[in-house]
């Protein structure tokens, strides 16, 4: 085979296998046919098709909601001044329902851990157990996540924070949308803004994208340093996603990540217990 062709094929490979990770990272496990699809593949079936009727010309397609971050043009203004303590972040979201997430959440789940912590991870949003308990990654993917902080870094979960794009959880843990997320923002930089940490660490794909302010493939970013806002942020895999791949590479990926992280959180003068 000509070796141009060949490599063109094994980049085509090569960036199929990343978009199948990336959708695999976001949970997705199938897609819906369209109706002209379903229409195509019904066409197949037929042994013998009636002579058809011309096609009507095509409608153009409808724009998708945008299902991940947004640029940081759109996000919604501060309720709270340059310097907030969490206290007053927390404050200032009240019993919040600016957005519909507000429907179907339990409670509001905020954030946990040091609030002067060096090292702070930043999620997705709220799953079931995170809705019912009030606290985020308290779930399976939390357990993973504090296995990972305590066993794997040797720190206390407790000298870090931990929070959450938005605050309430999204229905059947869908990814939140552009709107919701861009409405939640403002929160989510007060806590960084009240915290200042050393190091933000973005789990999964939609926290990575909300932080640097683009749609991003998480296979290729993770392990990269980052900036947002002059914070240094290193985005690695979400641990729900380290679940559902629960395989030695993606564990060693992660593990690389957070040790990094740990690492530049101490050369600029971080503590842990
Ligand atoms: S997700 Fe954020 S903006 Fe939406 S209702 Fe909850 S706290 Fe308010």
Not at 226 to 254: K, S
Request: proline share 9%; charged share 30%; with cysteine.
């Amino acid at each position: 085979m000509d070796r141009s062709l060949a490599a063109e094929l094994r980049a085509a490979v090569e960036t199929a296998r990343e978009q199948l990770r990336d959708w695999l990272e976001e949970g997705v496990e199938a897609f819906e046919r369209s109706a002209a699809q379903q229409a195509a593949f019904a066409d197949v079936a037929e042994p013998a098709p009636a002579p058809r009727e011309p096609r009507p010309a095509r409608k153009p397609r409808e724009a998708e909601p945008t299902r991940t971050a947004p640029a940081p043009s759109v996000a919604a203004p501060r309720p709270f001044g340059p310097h907030p303590t969490l206290d007053e972040v927390r404050a200032s979201l009240g019993d919040c329902r600016r957005c519909r997430l507000a429907e179907g959440r339990t409670q509001l789940v905020f954030g946990d851990g040091n609030p002067e912590a060096d090292i702070l991870f930043v999620g997705e949003g709220p799953g079931e157990q995170e809705d019912l308990q009030g606290l985020p990654f308290v779930g399976r993917a939390g357990e993973l996540l504090t296995q990972m902080i305590e066993r794997g870094l040797g720190i206390a979960r407790r000298s870090v924070y931990i929070c959450n794009i938005v605050k309430c959880r999204p229905p059947q843990n869908r990814t939140p949308l552009a709107d919701e997320v861009s409405t939640c923002r403002p929160f989510l930089d007060g806590q960084i803004d009240a915290v200042r940490p050393k190091v933000i660490v973005a789990l999964g794909k939609p926290a990575t994208s909300l932080l640097l302010g683009r749609d991003v493939s998480i296979t290729r970013v993770r392990g990269v340093w980052q900036d947002y806002r002059g914070f240094a942020v290193m985005p690695t895999f979400h641990p729900a996603f380290v679940l559902r791949q629960y395989t030695p590479e993606n564990r060693r990926l992660v593990w690389e990540d957070l040790k990094s992280a740990l690492g530049r959180a101490r050369e600029l003068g971080g503590r842990f217990e």
